[in-house]
């Protein structure tokens, strides 16, 4: 059975032709999707339809396991698939609105050394209903609390290694009979999958691009990253420039500073001469330590010089102020906790 919450307001116009009813039916399941996570809560709709839905279609399609509150506000949720596997988004208030983090995969194909996500591999793609689930979890668990304004697709997983359903998800949201958020608040955070920043731009997904570089040259990118073995340094800035030549859309830089590896003032020169010509600003973050890997983060004093360094010689850079960490729900930290509960059992 699927879930209702993958359909297009086209798919759902579709299906409620085949089925013999108006197709103004379509925006009202939108609607309800949006709303509720259970037909019973459908109560305008004639009852036969909705038998019918419940016979073929899922309602509910997570259901939460555990949620951990962290001491800055931010909520860390597990969720369950109706598969079972377990999949962990983050709430995130700030003075200027609340966003939900997103996971877009269950576990990560890419294998970066310093997070978490990878570290058992892909178990599956989240289909665009499951990720739009989260968002529909957490507002309608927010609710009291201002809603959700922004979302950021930062949790475990590539969001271009599952691209059908990434830009399914962000259209669903953007749709004005969904969440309705605009494609302006929603970043999308890759480590780089140069065919898939090509392919948004000419879909015309013009959401803020965060690049994942944390090292500025081949080598050093090589030493953290799988995926700098496909793409260099060069051709991803390349690939950023072609985007915001399409969309017009400043990109993100992400930058992780690990201490002694890639923090000193020299690459921060290297970071600079590497990013010229290019619209950006460069968001810093300083490690976020996790079980699986060795580095330390930097000393904050070298975390704000370095931002320094970037900024005197004329590039837009800030420090992430980083939510969330002390349960485990900061970047990186996120991980397919399903693999973990086998192994403890
Ligand atoms: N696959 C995507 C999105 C997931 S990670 C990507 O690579 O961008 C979201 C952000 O958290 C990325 O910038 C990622 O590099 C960063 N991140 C991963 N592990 C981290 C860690 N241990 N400390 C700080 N940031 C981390």
Redesign the pocket.
């Known amino acids: 059975m699927r879930p209702l919450a993958d359909f297009s307001l086209e798919e759902l116009t579709e299906l409620v032709e085949s089925m013999g009813e108006k197709k103004y039916r379509a925006k009202q399941l939108m609607r309800h999707i949006v709303a509720y996570d259970s037909f019973d809560e459908y109560t305008d709709l004639p009852k036969t339809f909705i038998n019918s839905l419940r016979e073929n279609y899922i309602d509910r399609v997570l259901v939460e396991n555990t949620r951990v509150v962290s001491s800055d506000g931010a909520v860390r949720y597990l969720f369950q698939t109706v598969g079972g596997d377990l999949i962990e988004s983050v709430f995130l208030p700030h003075d200027y609105g609340n966003s939900v ?1 997103v996971s ?1 995969q269950v576990g ?1 194909a ?1 294998g ?1 050394g ?4 990878g570290h058992y591999g892909l178990k599956r793609n989240l289909s665009a209903g499951e990720i739009l689930s989260q968002v529909l979890f957490i507002a309608r668990d927010k609710r009291n609390e201002g809603g959700i304004n922004k979302l ?10 599952n691209y059908y359903n990434t830009v399914k998800f962000i259209r669903l949201v953007n749709s004005e009979y969904g969440l309705n958020i605009g494609m302006r608040s929603v970043s999308l ?4 999958l140069i065919d898939g920043i090509d392919r948004l731009a000419s879909d015309g997904i013009s959401c803020t691009l ?3 570089l ?1 090292a500025a040259c081949d080598d050093k990118r090589k030493k953290i990253m799988k995926i700098a073995e496909r793409y260099t340094v060069a051709e991803l800035v390349a690939a950023l420039k072609r985007y915001f030549d399409k969309t017009g859309r400043r990109v993100i830089i ?1 930058y ?1 500073l690990i201490g002694g590896f890639n923090d000193t003032d020299a690459d921060a020169v290297m970071l600079k001469n590497l990013l010229k010509g290019l619209c950006c600003h460069v ?1 810093l ?6 079980e699986y ?1 060795d ?1 330390s ?1 930097p000393t904050k004093k070298r975390a704000y010089g370095f931002c320094e360094k970037l900024k005197s010689s004329g590039v837009s850079a800030s420090v992430r102020r ?1 939510m969330g960490s002390d349960v485990a729900g ?5 991980k397919n906790r399903t693999v973990e509960q086998k192994i403890k059992k």
Not at 114 to 117: G, T, Y
Not at 285 to 290: D, Q
């Open positions: 983090c877009c990560c890419m970066c310093f997070c978490a996500s950021v697709m930062m949790g475990s997983g590539e969001p271009l290694h955070s890759s480590c780089g965060s690049l994942s944390h992400e992780i968001n973050i300083p490690l976020n330590k996790t890997c580095f983060p980083s900061a970047c990186g930290q996120l």
